[in-house]
C-alpha cells in the first residue's frame, strides 16, 4: 500500500479549482450534478482509506475484536508510521462516523418536524400560506412536497413575482434538492476538505432553481426582482449576520446578477477553458482517488488472507 | 402529536375524573374543551366552559384541560378583572404557522434541508442589492415597488 494508501485522504483539494468556477461557467443544474458526483466518489473513497488505515491501527489495541491474524507484522508494516497513523485513523474514523450520523440525524429531524407542523393543512394543494408576520419562504422535502410561505413574503411580493417565487421552491421540490445537499453535507463530514464543494453545492441548487423559475415564468428579470425583494425584506425583519464588512457580495446580490445578465448555455465549457481544465482536475483526482483507495483495499485484502491461517 | 387536536390521542389512558361515570381520554376532552371554546361567542370563563360540558367535570379537571392547552399554545388565556377568561387560539393555518416558526426558530442549520427562497443579507449586499434593483427596475417605478408592473 504505501504513501498511496493517503491518497484518497488529500486528493478532494483537487475539486477546490472546479468549486470556485461552476459558479460562473457551468449550468447550475450540471453544477450541481457535477460538484455532488464528485464530492459523493471522494467521500466514499476517502472513508474506505481511512477505513483501512483503521484496521491497521487496531492491531496494536490489545483485545480487539478483529481477527488476531489482522495484528500481523506484515500487515502494520504495509503503513508507514503505522502506529501514529493506526491510532490517527481510529479516532478519525470514529470522529466521521459521529459526525455523519448526526447530520442525517439532523436532517430527518427537521424534515419530519416540518412534515408534522404541516400535517393539519389541507392537502389540495402543494402551497401553504401561513399567517406570519416574519417573512419567509422554504420548500419542505417530503410525501407531498410543500412550499411554506410566510404571508408577510406573499405580502411584499406582486403577483408576477409570487408566480416567480413559487415556481423557485416548486423547482426545488421537483428536482429533489435536498438530496443533493444532504450527499454533500455528509460528504463535507467525511472529509473537511470537501466543504467549498458543499457551499458550492448549496449555491448552485439555488441558481437551478431561480433559472427554472425564470423558465417557467419567462423573464430572467422580474425573477431577479422577486429574488432581490424577497431577500431585502428579509433583511429588515431578520438578524444582521455578522460577517466581515469587507466580505465580497453574498449569494444573494450574485444570484440576482447572473439572473440579469444572459443565461448560461446548457453545453459543457471547453476542455482549454479554466473551467473545463478544472473540472478535468477535478475529474482526474476523483478517478484517482479512487483508484488509490481500490488499490490498497486490494493490497490489504490480500495481505489479509495470506495472513489468514485458514 | 404536539396537539390533543380533533383526534384523541390518549387513548383509554383517561384522566379518570372521579365517580364511576364513562372514562375518557385526555385527547377526547381536551377536543371537548376546545369545541365548546371554538363555539363560545367569546372569550368565556372556565366555569363557563364547565357548564357548557354539562357540568359533569370537576372545576380543577377543566383547569387542568385549560392549562394544557394553554402550554400546548391551543388556547390563549387573558385576565378580566380578578378572573381569566379563555378562547381558542387556533384555527388549522394559526397553529401550523407557530409550529412553524418554532421549529425555525430552534434549529440554526434547517437551511441545509429545507430550500429558503433567500438567506440574510448583510449591510453591504442590501446595498449592492439596491442598486441591483434600480438599474433592473424600468424608470417608471425604479424607486420602490411602485404598485408592481
Redesign the interface.
Known sequence: MGFFVFLPLVLPLTSWPIARLAEHHLYPRNAVRLLSWIGVTMAVCSTLALGLLFVVGTAQIPGNPLPDSWSDPEIRTAVPFHEEVGTAAVVGLVTVLTACSRSLR??LR??A??Q???A??PLDSDL?????P?P??????GVPGRV?V?TA?MDSL???EQRA?LA??RS?LLNR??RF??AA?LASCVNPFLRPLQKAV?YA??RW?DEEAAGSVGDR??T??A??????V??SA????S?A?F?A?????RR??AL?SPALGESWPPPASPAGLAAMVAAVGTAASAVFALNAAVALLLLVKAATPW | MELAGPEPDGGDSGDGEEGGRRRRGQGELATEVLTVLHGAPGPVTASWVQEQLGGELAYTTVMTILSRLLAKQAVVRSRVGRAYVWSAAADAAGLTARRMRRLLDTEPDRDAVLASFVTALTPEDEQVLRSLLNAADPPQDGAGRGGGR
Do not use: C, K, W
Open positions: 439532523r436532517h427537521i424534515r418536524r416540518a408534522r407542523a404541516l393539519p393543512m401553504v400560506v401561513l399567517p406570519d416574519e419567509y419562504a422554504y420548500a419542505v422535502p411554506v410566510s413574503m406582486d403577483a408576477d417565487l423557485h421552491e426545488h434538492h435536498h445537499l444532504l453535507q448549496g441548487t439555488e432553481a428579470r422580474l431577479a426582482r429574488v432581490a425583494r424577497a431577500a431585502l428579509t433583511r431578520g438578524p444582521v449576520p460577517f464588512s466580505a457580495p453574498g449569494p444573494v446580490p440576482v446578477t440579469l
